[in-house]
């Protein structure tokens, strides 16, 4: 963790009173000091966002490099009329600011590629996933593996999305239980579904930094809003996975053990 952020007694004990029974000064100092990559802007991003910030979590680097368009505006929370046609990551780091003064916002306008992932995973100790793209999501999961660095995924379609909090040495990554891109990547989407699985990958988050609960380690939890629904999956590791895995051949090319 960081150098510890001065934390007034009246913080503690006026913005975070209803939430400090949960975990303790010690946990909200917790939340404070912790450093956190949000890789994506939209809709996943805006809910995750949000909820982090009111936690009350210290630094938040945000990444995203498109604009905001009228289109976002059904679920990407982040943003307002008034903000259409400015950079994602400028207007996020204005709403988070009015929401609490006291996150320190990195907005870093880039694309997520294998060259620039290195540098924005640098000092974070999560990576959350606001992506609406698997190809990026495989880049983050890689890098993820390589710091080690907890992971947690999310995605949405529909009614439809799913959540998982990713380990390395812990848990399966993202590649051994999603090998290659869904089909339904990128298609319909509603605000109320991003709003669902970007407060559960908060919660994942908060629950990480504080120590509190039980994650979704090894569980790939599915909602289905039509029906008002969510299920838990066991998810295992596979020996085919190229990110994390091994080949029967191969044992010792396992990067990491179960």
């Given at each position: 963790?960081?150098?510890?952020?001065?934390?007034?007694?009246?913080?503690l004990?006026?913005?975070?009173?209803?939430q400090?029974?949960?975990?303790?000064?010690?946990?909200?100092?917790k939340?404070?000091?912790?450093?956190?990559?949000?890789a994506?802007?939209?809709?996943?991003?805006?809910?995750i966002a949000?909820?982090?910030?009111?936690?009350?979590?210290?630094?938040?680097?945000?990444v995203?490099e498109?604009?905001?368009?009228?289109?976002n505006?059904?679920?990407?929370?982040?943003y307002?009329?008034?903000?259409?046609?400015?950079?994602?990551?400028?207007?996020a780091?204005?709403?988070?600011?009015?929401?609490?003064?006291d996150v320190?916002?990195?907005?870093?306008c880039?694309?997520i590629?294998e060259?620039?992932?290195?540098n924005?995973?640098?000092?974070?100790d999560m990576?959350?996933?606001?992506?609406?793209?698997?190809?990026?999501?495989?880049?983050?999961?890689?890098?993820?593996?390589d710091?080690?660095i907890?992971?947690?995924?999310?995605?949405?379609n529909?009614?439809?999305?799913?959540?998982?909090?990713?380990?390395?040495?812990?848990?399966?990554?993202?590649?051994?239980?999603?090998?290659?891109?869904?089909?339904?990547?990128k298609?319909?989407?509603?605000?109320v579904?991003?709003?669902?699985?970007?407060?559960?990958?908060?919660?994942?988050?908060?629950?990480?930094?504080?120590?509190t609960?039980?994650?979704?380690?090894?569980?790939?939890?599915?909602?289905?809003?039509?029906?008002?629904?969510?299920?838990?999956?066991?998810?295992?590791n596979?020996?085919?996975?190229t990110?994390?895995?091994?080949?029967?051949?191969?044992?010792?090319?396992r990067?990491f053990p179960?």
């Amino acid at each position: 963790m960081p150098e510890d952020f001065d934390m007034s007694a009246e913080s503690l004990d006026a913005r975070y009173q209803r939430q400090i029974p949960l975990f303790g000064k010690e946990g909200q100092k917790k939340l404070k000091n912790a450093r956190i990559l949000l890789a994506g802007a939209g809709g996943l991003g805006s809910a995750i966002a949000m909820y982090l910030a009111a936690a009350g979590v210290g630094y938040i680097r945000i990444v995203d490099e498109d604009v905001v368009e009228t289109s976002n505006l059904n679920r990407q929370i982040l943003y307002r009329e008034t903000d259409i046609g400015s950079c994602k990551v400028e207007a996020a780091e204005k709403t988070i600011h009015a929401l609490n003064r006291d996150v320190d916002v990195d907005a870093v306008c880039r694309h997520i590629n294998e060259k620039s992932v290195g540098n924005l995973v640098q000092g974070v100790d999560m990576i959350l996933d606001g992506m609406d793209n698997f190809a990026a999501r495989y880049i983050l999961n890689r890098a993820g593996l390589d710091e080690k660095i907890p992971f947690i995924h999310g995605a949405v379609n529909g009614f439809y999305g799913q959540v998982t909090t990713l380990i390395p040495g812990v848990t399966p990554c993202l590649r051994c239980i999603i090998p290659t891109t869904p089909t339904w990547e990128k298609n319909a989407i509603i605000g109320v579904t991003c709003g669902a699985i970007g407060s559960i990958e908060a919660t994942e988050a908060i629950k990480y930094i504080t120590g509190t609960g039980e994650l979704l380690k090894n569980r790939l939890l599915l909602w289905d809003g039509l029906r008002g629904e969510s299920e838990s999956i066991q998810i295992v590791n596979s020996p085919e996975c190229t990110d994390c895995g091994f080949s029967e051949s191969e044992p010792d090319a396992r990067r990491f053990p179960v």
